[in-house]
């Protein structure tokens, strides 16, 4: 069992930045890995960001690319979204993702099967 507990979240103005960070408890395994997803009111749970815990390797989701940069540490289990040159359409719910098995995929709410509480980014224009 895996717990997450996400921070970071907040109201900040176009163009700005936030820093989100998701603290991960419990058993991982060889195929662990993080992912930020987020939703917006009225709009599905959409992918952002996902590192493989084993290599780092990263991936984005083409609106973020350039602009978002997700980062682990692995001594304190935590993964980090570093948000830059935030815009309004930013603005969701974030929510931390993990998973202990291993998958080629990283980009679907069914790819994870632990979730933390999510936190709210609020970008105003």
């Known amino acids: 069992q895996v717990q997450l507990v996400e921070s970071g979240g907040g109201l900040v103005q176009a163009g700005g930045s936030l820093r989100l960070s998701c603290a991960a408890s419990?058993?991982?395994?060889?195929?662990?890995?993080m992912g930020w997803f987020r939703q917006a009111p009225g709009k599905e749970r959409e992918f952002v960001t996902a590192i493989a815990w084993s290599g780092g390797y990263t991936y984005y989701a083409d609106s973020v690319k350039g602009r978002f940069t997700i980062s682990r540490d692995i001594a304190k289990n935590t993964v980090y979204l570093q948000m830059n040159r935030l815009k309004p359409e930013d603005t969701a719910v974030y929510y931390c993702?993990?998973?202990?098995?291993?998958?080629?995929?990283?980009?679907?709410?069914?790819?994870?099967?632990?979730w933390g509480q999510g936190t709210q980014v609020t970008v105003s224009s």
């Open positions: 993702a993990a998973r202990n098995s291993y998958s080629s995929s990283f980009y679907y709410t069914t790819d994870y099967a632990y």
């Open positions: 419990g058993r991982t395994s060889s195929g662990y890995a």
